[in-house]
């Protein structure tokens, strides 16, 4: 090998040497097959699932098997969608159930590419941390034989010692937040060690946000409750009206707290193109925490939930509940309640039932049971509508159509509480023999033939809200996570890692030659521009010789460098 030869390699090893760990990134294998043996092929594997691409490529697996999640129904959050679409797809629903699509999230194959993401991530974040601080605890490399060789180059020659510039150079550099020690005739400087640090810290808050998101999902429970003004709910899965939660959710894990439904206000556009659309719904109540918590008033709004722990209660729904008394043909108060109606339109049109189940005797005293359709405008526009003309309690009018029989409540099959089952069922009969029906204004009374009995539509007109209660104990952590993730990311692109190298020696006739160089990770503008910013504040320090023209204010490439 000739002179030039050898000298030129001592050159690259000198800068692979000063550009090397720049990075944390593991070393990516270059695809070379593995050693024989069953040792040989697991590192092989370990080392392929740990690799960067691969744990990008499961991520974007992940994205996209979430895609199904949210176009097809879930068995978790709405069991009657998912009937509704066997039945309306016979044959794409059988391969649905093979494939996992009814449950993706808890499925096979999804939980196996969760699975993976998590360990690739665990496999590219402990090397790559352990790596970073042996970097903190070590020391910038050593300046390479020939700076000139680094893109960012500067040099001038000076009367100042060697020893001075140097001890000036460590200085400033220290100044300016560098990590600097003299390693012989030259100063090392580094900067920027908060990009790796930002790039572990979103690897790490992906890994968080897993966890978060699997523990959202094992231990999350969602549930509503419809409760009328002047009822309360208590946060225990008897109370609930419809419930759902994760598979390892115990009901202990629920949260202590009950709260009452003081009163509800809603208030609408009066006029306008938008006569009726809601401007506020509000739900005073009053809550307390534990068996022994202090009451505590709290106004729930939309998107205003009330917070206890981990729990969240969201007002959702609203409709009207008029009050009803039922008396029999004896005139004895058999029932009297606010009975919830369902809204059917944006002017909560409403229908629902009344049940009259026990101590109802009709005229000649045998025991009976009431089915009672109601169908609730809050503003009755007159004559033949049937559809409310706003949502507020302008003009209410109650139609009843009342019916007695068997309501099939003693058969022990569950049934709706808003519709009624007229099978064992026989309708009142008018003065036509036409099925009774009747409008009812506030305070009005509807007689039931045959002196049966009387239903009466009290001027009380109650308001009921529904509240979904969820409760997810990971949404803090996914919460930080994702903002960590975000300014780990931030830091990763924004912030360069980057060194600095300052030479003095003295030359053959006795001047000083000064010598300053920039490397960074990648090509950048901010590396010639702080070195030149440097090379001219160290200028300052150290002038110029006599005779000579060097202008160290401007770092330029390096002869030879890319431009």
Not at 389 to 399: E, R, T
Not at 407 to 412: E, P, R, T
Request: neutral net charge.
């Amino acid at each position: 090998m000739s002179d030039t030869e050898t000298e030129q390699s001592q050159d690259q090893e000198g800068l692979g040497a000063a550009g090397s760990q720049l990075s944390t990134a593991p070393q990516e294998d270059t695809g070379a097959l593995p050693g024989l043996g069953v040792i040989g092929w697991v590192r092989w594997f370990w080392r392929q699932l740990t690799s960067m691409r691969v744990a990008l490529l499961l991520l974007l697996l992940l994205s996209l098997g979430a895609i199904p999640g949210s176009l097809i129904p879930q068995t978790g959050a709405d069991a009657g969608k998912v009937e509704a679409f066997r039945a309306a797809h016979t044959t794409l629903a059988p391969l649905y159930d093979k494939l996992g699509l009814f449950h993706v999230y808890s499925s096979v194959w999804f939980s196996a590419i969760y699975i993976l993401l998590f360990v690739s991530l665990i496999g590219c974040i402990v090397p790559r941390t352990w790596q970073f601080i042996g970097q903190l605890r070590g020391r910038p490399p050593g300046a390479p034989r020939r700076l000139d060789r680094l893109p960012a180059y500067t040099t001038w020659r000076t009367t100042a010692d060697p020893e001075q510039v140097r001890a000036d150079a460590l200085a400033l550099l220290k100044k300016r937040r560098f990590r600097a020690h003299t390693a012989g005739d030259a100063v090392a400087a580094e900067k920027g060690y908060l990009r790796e640090l930002g790039n572990l810290a979103f690897h790490i808050a992906l890994i968080v946000l897993l966890i978060a998101f699997a523990s959202g999902q094992l231990f999350k429970s969602d549930g509503t409750k419809l409760v009328v003004e002047g009822d309360g709910f208590s946060n225990a899965l008897p109370m609930y009206d419809d419930f759902k939660s994760g598979s390892l959710f115990r009901n202990d894990d629920l949260v202590p707290f009950s709260f009452d439904l003081k009163d509800f206000k809603g208030t609408y556009e009066l006029s306008g193109p938008n006569r009726g659309t809601p401007r506020t719904y509000e739900a005073k109540i009053d809550y307390s925490v534990g068996a022994d918590g202090k009451t505590r008033a709290k106004t729930v709004q939309v998107n205003q939930p009330l917070k206890i722990d981990d729990s969240k209660v969201y007002l959702v729904s609203h409709g009207y509940a008029p009050v009803i008394t039922v008396r029999d043909g004896k005139g004895k108060v058999v029932y009297k309640d606010a009975v919830p109606l369902l809204p059917l339109d944006g002017n909560v049109t409403s229908q629902g039932v009344i049940k009259v189940m026990d101590g109802y005797h009709d005229a000649e005293g045998r025991y009976d049971q009431l089915g009672i359709r109601a169908f609730f405008l809050p503003t009755y526009g007159g004559g033949a509508s049937v559809l409310s003309q706003f949502p507020a309690l302008l003009n209410p009018v109650l139609n009843l159509e009342p019916y007695h029989g068997d309501l099939g409540v003693n058969s022990g099959l569950p049934q709706s509480v808003y519709q009624l089952d007229k099978k064992h069922m026989k309708g009142f009969k008018d003065a036509q023999g036409k099925q009774l029906r009747a409008n009812l204004k506030p305070g009005q009374t509807m007689k039931l033939p045959g002196g049966a009995g009387t239903v009466t539509f009290e001027k009380d007109v109650k308001e009921w809200a529904g509240f979904q209660i969820v409760q997810e104990p990971g949404g803090a952590w996914a919460l930080g996570g994702a903002v960590a993730a975000i300014l780990g990311l931030a830091a990763s692109l924004f912030i360069q890692r980057r060194r600095i190298w300052v030479r003095a020696v003295r030359g053959a006739d006795g001047v000083t030659v000064v010598e300053m160089a920039g490397l960074g990770r990648s090509e950048s503008a901010k590396v010639p521009e702080e070195l030149g910013d440097l090379a001219g504040t160290l200028y300052d320090r150290a002038p110029g010789a006599p005779g000579t023209h060097e202008d160290a204010s401007h770092a330029v490439p390096a002869e030879g460098a890319e431009q």
